[in-house]
């Protein structure tokens, strides 16, 4: 039981690890501050979510059943608590950052790109 508690908190930290990876990749290759954005905001929310969830699962693999459960096991139960509030937290604020984001770059007149605009790839248009 132990060995799989493991294995599934460390498969979610590594698949957050991947996600957090990818939004890299889509901040530094996606054409324009829309798609950025984006990627920027679903990619860190999951990945986010991946990898303290990965921390809160590893935290029940240290509680021990034992005469004084309460001392030590309470303290463990608190920290997985303060993780999954930490989870709720960063699905309510993420997204609504994101979106207050892409709002003030369409009222500052940041035009998103077209699909009949010559396609032209992030890294070239910054060096411009």
């Not at 463990?76 to 994101?98: G, R, W, Y």
Request: aromatic residues 10%; contains cysteine; charged residues 20%.
């Amino acid at each position: 039981m132990e060995n799989a508690i493991v294995i599934i908190s460390m498969a979610l930290i590594c698949v957050g690890m991947l996600f957090f990876l990818g939004a890299a990749v889509g901040i530094q290759r996606f054409p324009d501050f829309y798609t950025r954005m984006h990627a920027a905001g679903k990619g860190d929310t999951l990945s986010s979510l991946l990898v303290i969830l990965g921390f809160s699962i590893f935290q029940i693999y240290d509680l021990e059943f034992s005469k004084d459960w309460f001392s030590h096991n309470g303290v463990t139960l608190l920290v997985i608590l303060k993780l999954l509030a930490i989870c709720v937290f960063i699905m309510m604020t993420s997204p609504t950052s994101t979106h207050a984001l892409m709002d003030a770059g369409w009222e500052d007149g940041i035009e998103p790109k077209l699909k009949k605009d010559k396609p032209n790839n992030a890294l070239k248009e910054d060096r411009k």
